[in-house]
């Protein structure tokens, strides 16, 4: 178990991301510390409870601003001393404030092989863009939506018979596995993060990070 593992999740909707974290955490070294979400009925919150991790929501309605809404929710974040800030389905936008602190150390996944598909509805995106292949990546977050560096990514071919419905399940199998390895992979110190390289064991990575395919996505540890 490594000393900077602690991780503060957000997120907005379902949560099945948070309980992949919270399913893999004994497998590695991150430990999820608190749960916040900017709805109230957010049925990650539940998820969170049920694993006997704190959690707490902020309804973003009742803030008369996005940079008022951010810096309550920087003060509850902090209050956990997060070592990884990690957004799981958190889908509002962030104030330039709220990224500043915590450059370097905020990470998303979104579903598409950045930089393309950036945005909402991913997988029509894809199919109408006629892509042989989607995915998705995990990136660390910046002030422009679905940007800054990729840390991972994994791809999967699209066949004939996808239709949005079908990609969005087999992303979301690869994503349940990838999250947490980026998790621990960050956490622990292997990838990192320099003058916007990432770097896997000191050795710099493309832009499209580490990439890992859907035929080694459920084995590859
Ligand atoms: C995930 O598929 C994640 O990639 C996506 O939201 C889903 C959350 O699912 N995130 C984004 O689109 C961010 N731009 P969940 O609520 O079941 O965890």
Redesign the pocket.
Known sequence: MTDNNRVVVL????????QAILDQQSQYSYEVVGVLSNRPDAF?LERAGKAGVESLSLDHKLYPSRELFDLELMKHIDAYKPDLVV?????RILSSAFVEHYQGKLI????SLLPKHK??N?YQSALDAGDSEHG?SVHFVTEEL?SGSVVMQAALEITPSDTAQTL?QR??VM?HHLYPKAIDWIVSGRIALQDDVISLDKKPLGPQGYRIPETSIVTEK
Request: aromatic share 4%; no cysteine.
């Open positions: 997120l907005s909707g379902s949560g099945t991301t948070l990650g957004l799981a389905g958190y889908m998303n996944i979104h579903p945005g909402l991913t998705t679905d969005e992303v979301k994503e």
